[in-house]
């Protein structure tokens, strides 16, 4: 086996060649393209400047810094009302990545940064894991937790 480091930027599948960037071309008899999978929005591409993906370690320190920053501006917030919002953190989808990532979120609140700050208290943070269908982890258990639904004035 061979193994190459380059960027692939298309196929010509009549002459059975990979046109790598750069211009060069490596000919093949059988082509399997597993290329990995990118996060989806199922149509809603508008949220992604609010809720980055977490599929490589890019984004993971992306998500890292954000959650930081937020804390970091909770400190010098003044007014309770936005400052728990800053507390308050999302995380979309509870299969395995949403809840491991709640759990990380949590456990940094809580222990990580716990008296790292003067104003706030990390562990008021709340993290709110939020699924479409009746479980967490739906494609894991048929035990795992099932979701509560929302009222307009709290939870069900
Ligand atoms: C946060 C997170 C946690 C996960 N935890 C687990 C777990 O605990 N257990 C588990 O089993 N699975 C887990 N997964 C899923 C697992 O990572 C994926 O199922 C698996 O990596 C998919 O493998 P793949 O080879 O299809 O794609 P990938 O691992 O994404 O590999 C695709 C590769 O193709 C390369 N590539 C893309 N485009 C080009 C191009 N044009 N030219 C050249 N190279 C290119 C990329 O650089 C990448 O290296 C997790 C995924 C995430 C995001």
Request: with cysteine.
């Amino acid at each position: 086996m061979t193994t190459l480091l380059g960027t692939v930027v298309g196929v010509d599948a009549a002459a059975k060649r990979v046109l790598l960037e750069g211009g060069d071309a490596i000919s093949y008899d059988t082509l399997v393209l597993a290329t990995g999978a990118r996060h989806a929005y199922f149509g809603h591409d508008e949220w992604e400047p609010f809720a980055p993906g977490l599929k490589t370690l890019e984004d993971a320190t992306t998500i890292r810094r954000r959650i930081l920053l937020g804390f970091e501006q909770a400190e010098r917030e003044t007014d309770p009302e936005k400052r728990r919002a800053l507390m308050t953190l999302v995380i979309i989808g509870g299969g395995p990545t949403g809840v491991e990532l709640a759990g990380t979120i949590a456990e940094l609140a809580h222990d990580t940064l716990k008296g790292e700050f003067r104003n706030i208290d990390t562990r008021d943070a709340r993290v709110v894991l939020v699924e479409a269908g009746e479980r967490l982890l739906p494609v894991s258990s048929r035990n795992s937790p099932p979701t509560r639904r929302m009222r307009c004035n709290g939870w069900a």
